[in-house]
C-alpha cells in the first residue's frame, strides 16, 4: 500500500503562482495530478514516470503548468503558473504502479493504483 501526502494549494489571485507537492511513501513507476471542480469530472492535469522522467500534460494545461519529480525524495511537483478561476478545484495526485507508455493511458484515472486525499487551489479574479 503507498500512501500520497499532498501539499500546496492556497487562495490565490488570477496571475499569480503556486506549486504543489505530493510525496509517496512507497515505490511508483509514475505519478500525476487530476483536478476536479464542483459538479465537474476529474480532469487530467499532468503525469510524469519514475523512469526516465517522461512528462504527459493535457493539452489545456500545457505552457502554464509543468510537473517535475525528484526521485530521492520520492516527491512529485506540479508547478501552476498564471493561474485562473477556472483552475479553481481540487487537486488530487495520483501515483501508477504498472509500467506504460502514451498520453492516453496515462490520462485515464482508472489506470491509477493509489490517490491523496486532495487538496484545494483556489483562484479569485
Known amino acids: 500500500q503507498v500512501q500520497l501526502v499532498e501539499s500546496g494549494g492556497g487562495l490565490v489571485q488570477a496571475g499569480d503562482s503556486l506549486r504543489l507537492s505530493c510525496t509517496a511513501s512507497?515505490?511508483?513507476?509514475?505519478m500525476g495530478w487530476f483536478r476536479q471542480a464542483p459538479g465537474r469530472e476529474r480532469e487530467f492535469v499532468a503525469t510524469?514516470?519514475?523512469?526516465?522522467?517522461?512528462?504527459y500534460y493535457a493539452d489545456s494545461m500545457k505552457g502554464r503548468f509543468a510537473i517535475s519529480r525528484d526521485n530521492a525524495k520520492n516527491t512529485v511537483y506540479l508547478q501552476m503558473n498564471s493561474l485562473k478561476p477556472e483552475d479553481t478545484a481540487a487537486y488530487y495526485c495520483?501515483?501508477?504502479?504498472?509500467?506504460?507508455?502514451?498520453?492516453?493511458?496515462?490520462?485515464?484515472?482508472?489506470?491509477?493504483?493509489?490517490w491523496g486525499q486532495g487538496t484545494q487551489v483556489t483562484v479569485s479574479s
Open positions: 495520483a501515483a501508477g504502479t504498472v509500467y506504460a507508455y502514451g498520453s492516453r493511458w496515462y490520462s485515464q484515472a482508472g489506470n491509477y493504483d493509489y
Open positions: 512507497g515505490r511508483t513507476t509514475a
Open positions: 510524469i514516470t519514475t523512469s526516465g522522467g517522461i512528462t
